[in-house]
């Protein structure tokens, strides 16, 4: 059940719009009492754009790729007038009153979405435990994390209660889940997607990006959002070209970069062996794999944790019970703010505001923060001159497949470690995409990350659709997913 | 480099956040975990390295000088947790 086969169905008129969402509604039901990937619904918008495009359809006018299409939101992605909750009681009754841009652009493309996704509180974390709200599972083993912090949007997809859904990825958010759950997951280059209307974690690492079924519905997503935004100062400039004009099965010729930094010891047996079966494939179609070496990789995870810290414990000074969000009622302003912070967020969230504070504090700024971004070039300065040699990268996405609840949630630092392979990407501003390269003896799936320059999504989607084209048995879908029309 | 609980509530205080006493030892542990991993930053060569804010090198990003529609005052008190008279309402900051 993918983007672009149900388009075929619906402008073909074997589906209606309506019929199709109501198929949809009717499998989330079956799957939302075991996967609890939703935190709210909006059913009766979604069938009502549903008719809208069935009208469309019915007088004979060209339809958007994704009309009609259910999909679903990450909860930290502004709709107007429904709730965005971020999965903390801080903003527990908060209610947008504007669309995020990709809300906006989506809109004109007359998107289903059936409601909002779970997630880490305010995308923190790597399992989607730390919501305050709901705790998701993985369809394809309910003991076993979806991932984090898109985990909603990553178990919806696999398990058949969306088609598509768009998370946000600050170090792997998007990705890490992806691969948890055996779907695709892309973060655009840093600028390529606008970020107004996203709720702000670490503001120079933080994209919006697309969880799907297989890389060309990864495509159409990125058609629809991506695009230059005066409201975001980062956004790039220009015109963005046709992505599924990228998705073209052939390899031949293309240097595909392994950086043994990533294959080193902590990467788990099975993730290796898939790994090294995939590059194999690729050889076998034409490609050449190269070793390279990013040597700095191994010190991106620490510097990557101060600057998001840093710029989290700024981005959440907002929330100090004043404007919007929770207010604990006070005598004082101050006690106001403290009671309401304290009350309104997670341990988690709390943590990293204390080290995100610490570390810009007087005394520390140079020994953490300037350090951290000075590292930052230096990886920076690695992934460019990676791209000199060659023209992709193909890494593990994390070092292992889905965990079992509770197993990291008490030792954060364990926790961080499953973005090792997924921090330096966002430090460095390049895209990265997440696809389904086989599966660990316990069954659950493993994912694979491929790399490309800033603003080489194209070439990201030609590398991962010829695999997706070469494995027709990485993409089997999780028992749980198969939805009848 | 080592946080200790005196630097911790210091940070807490500029945080607004309040830790309670018997949460006080897990969050040192943690805060000091996470301290002494990145503490792995001082073994790279990092003299005469610009730092990095930004990924994607813009500068000064202007647009024109146009009036276009912003966020209409009601709009934006809608979530407000007090107001009064189109103002955020909060405690009394200046003591009596």
Redesign the interface.
Known sequence: MTIHELHQKLVAKELSAVELTNAVIAHKAKTEPTVHAYLADSHEQALAVAAKVDEKIAAGEVISPLAGIPGAVKDNICIKDQQATCASRMLE???P??NASVVEKLTGEDYVSLGKLNMDEFAMGSSSESSAFAKTTNPWNADYVPGGSSGGAAASVAAGSAVWALGSDTGGSVRQPASYCGVVGLKP???NVSRYGLIAYAS?LDQIGPVTRDVTDAAIVLNAISGHD?RD??S?PGERPDYTKALVNDVKGLKIGMPKEYFGEGLNSEVREALEKAAKVYEGLGAEIVEVSLP?S??AL??Y??IALAEA?SNL?RY????????V???????????T??QG?GAEV??R???G??VL?SG?YD??Y?????????I?NEFDSAFEKVDVLLTPTAPNTAFKFGEKIN???SM?LEDICTTPVN????PGISIPAGFASNGMPIGMQLLAP?MGEEVLFRTAYTFEQACPECNKIASIGEVTL | MKIDREEIKKIALLSRLDISEENMGTVEKALNDVLSYVAELEELDLEGVEPMAHAVPLYNVFRKDEVIPSLPHDLAMQNAPEEEDGYFKVPRVIQE
């Open positions: 009754n908060f209610v009153p504007y280059t840093y600028g120079s005066h100062s980062t790039i700095t191994k010190y620490s510097a944790y101060i414990s000074a100090d019970g004043v404007s919007y969000g929770l207010r009622p006070a005598d004082n302003l101050v006690e106001m703010s403290t009671k912070r304290s967020f709390q943590r505001i204390l080290l504070t610490y504090s520390y020994a953490y300037l350090k951290a971004l000075k590292a930052r070039r230096l920076k030792d954060p630092l961080y430090l460095a501003g390049i800033a």
